[in-house]
């Protein structure tokens, strides 16, 4: 089976790294639309149209499923997406609220989402996660932590600084943070060395049981291809990729 997988950037690949580690696919054609990264700073109407431009982009590559593995494109753009692919889309969402239930039994816990603008607004983490049974949910948008992972940053001073400029009114490590931003599982290690104590949570730990309850089909047996496309600069999401997935590409 071959699956497009589609982000902003390069927060995607860490969608694709659970997805190369289980096997799901035979192919994958990552596309990351660099040239106009960040999504998530951006109005409803103009993540609609990048959407469904990108949606053109894997028109030319016979996909069987098309993963978008960005959650603000999840927040706001599915609906459009699902109306126009001539193939299933699956957002990011639902996994990381499935990942969240796994891991958090308590449903008093002290839940942190941190998210784009765009994503916080939406709502829809908070929403899915309150049908879900939690009653302590808040929400943050640390915008800066995209460009900062765009350039390849992933520890060191300027992130710390930027940690600390988001999360100084923060008293005490939340029971839980979801990572609701494919770029922040980058900064998993900055994060977790910041919140000792919380339980970071992110969509790809769960995507590939979201895909096995969602779609019948069986894993490749042979090691994932992968190709890589950008709207730019697509030696960048090159570096990252060979880091990231610890693979020659
Ligand atoms: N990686 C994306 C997300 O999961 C978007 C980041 C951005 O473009 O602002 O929301």
Request: hydrophobic residues 40%; negative net charge; contains cysteine.
């Amino acid at each position: 089976m071959k699956a497009g997988v589609f982000d902003s950037g390069v927060g995607g690949l860490s969608v694709v790294k659970s997805l190369i580690e289980h096997n799901v696919f035979d192919e994958i054609v990552y596309y990351g639309d660099t040239a106009r990264v960040p999504y998530g700073v951006k109005d409803k109407n103009t993540i609609i149209r990048y959407s469904l431009e990108a949606l053109e982009f894997f028109k030319n590559f016979d996909i069987d499923i098309l993963i978008t593995a960005c959650n603000t494109v999840s927040a706001y753009a599915i609906e459009e997406l699902r109306e126009t692919a001539p193939f299933n889309v699956v957002g990011v969402i639902e996994p990381g609220v499935i990942a969240t239930c796994k891991k958090l039994r308590d449903k008093n816990a002290d839940i942190l989402v941190l998210g784009t603008k765009a994503t916080v607004k939406s709502g829809k983490y908070s929403r899915l996660l309150q049908e879900k049974g939690y009653t302590n949910i808040n929400s943050l948008a640390p915008s800066l932590f995209v460009p900062i992972v765009e350039e390849g940053i992933f520890e060191g001073e300027l992130l710390q600084t930027t940690m600390q400029y988001y999360f100084a009114n923060i008293e005490k490590d939340p029971d839980a943070i979801i990572l609701g931003c494919t770029h922040f599982p980058m900064i998993f290690d900055a994060l977790q060395k910041y919140f000792p104590k919380s339980t970071l949570i992110h969509s790809g730990e769960a995507i590939v049981e979201y895909l096995e309850s969602k779609f019948n089909f069986s894993h490749s047996t042979e090691k994932t291809k992968l190709m890589l496309f950008s709207s730019e600069n697509p030696d960048g999401l090159k570096t990252t990729a060979k880091q990231w997935l610890q693979t020659e590409i």
